[in-house]
Nanobody, 124 residues
Framework: QVQVVESGGGLVQAGGSLRLSCTAF????????MAWFRQAPGKEREGVSW????????YYADSVKGRFTISRDNAKNTMYLQMNSLKPEDTAMYYC?????????????????WGQGTRVTVSS
């Protein structure tokens, strides 16, 4: 059974850091497109960072460039989102997503598998 599971959310003060993890179970994500999305209360889900597992380019939303870093660990079938210099406006539910559409895009319909989400709360 194909599954992606996130972890690592929590409560942090503005300026702090968190690292989110997303592990894929039941399949090898070596050829997948992976992404982090987030959804704040009352807002639409938006792409935060995305990449193709076999590629070398990572993409970021303008709102997180220079603060967030996406990375991967092939041996663990896991990707990460390192979030630094967090702001209250980063508060949201963060979702891991996997799909097979290329090139990678922050488009919800491109992704077939979604995690349950992990909550990030940044206090001011």
């Amino acid at each position: 059974q194909v599954q992606v599971v996130e972890s690592g959310g929590g409560l942090v003060q503005a300026g702090g850091s968190l690292r989110l993890s997303c592990t894929a179970f039941g399949w090898n994500i070596g050829h997948a497109t992976m992404a982090w999305f987030r959804q704040a209360p009352g807002k639409e889900r938006e792409g935060v960072s995305w990449f193709t597992w076999s590629g070398s380019t990572n993409y970021y939303a303008d709102s997180v460039k220079g603060r967030f870093t996406i990375s991967r660990d092939n041996a663990k079938n896991t990707m990460y989102l390192q979030m630094n210099s967090l702001k209250p406006e980063d508060t949201a539910m963060y979702y891991c997503a996997a799909g097979f559409t290329f090139p990678p895009r922050p488009v919800i319909a491109d992704y077939n598998y979604w995690g349950q989400g992990t909550r990030v709360t940044v206090s001011s």
